[in-house]
Nanobody
Framework: QVQLVESGGGLVQAGGSLRLSCAAS????????MAWYHQTPGKQRELVAS???????NYADSVKGRFTISRDNAKGTVYLQMNSLKPEDTTVYFC??????????????WGQGTQVTVSS
């Protein structure tokens, strides 16, 4: 069974850093786009950062210059380095990936979510 497993959330003081990780497990042939989203209660899930298979990145304006997304294609893993954290970054973060589960067939997967809490 293919799934994404997240780790690295937690509680940190404002100005601190956290690193989120998300690893794809199970049987798949390759990984296309990978991304991190966040979602606060009552709101839609919003893109934080994305990275293509070729390494092209995209960031939400609110995190530009503070967060860095990266990936390890050999491990099927995506990371989110979060620096200069602010209380408003507090929310649940979800990883996303497009996995090739059979030849030229890509499916979308979501991680289970990890809580990030930034205290003032």
């Amino acid at each position: 069974q293919v799934q994404l497993v997240e780790s690295g959330g937690g509680l940190v003081q404002a100005g601190g850093s956290l690193r989120l990780s998300c690893a794809a497990s199970g049987r798949f042939l390759s990984v296309r786009a990978m991304a991190w989203y966040h979602q606060t209660p009552g709101k839609q899930r919003e893109l934080v950062a994305s990275i293509s298979s070729g390494g092209r990145t995209n960031y939400a304006d609110s995190v530009k210059g503070r967060f860095t997304i990266s990936r390890d294609n050999a491990k099927g893993t995506v990371y989110l380095q979060m620096n200069s954290l602010k209380p408003e970054d507090t929310t649940v973060y979800f990883c996303y990936a497009e996995l090739e589960t059979s030849a030229n067939i890509f499916q979308q997967y979501w991680g289970q979510g990890t809580q990030v809490t930034v205290s003032s």
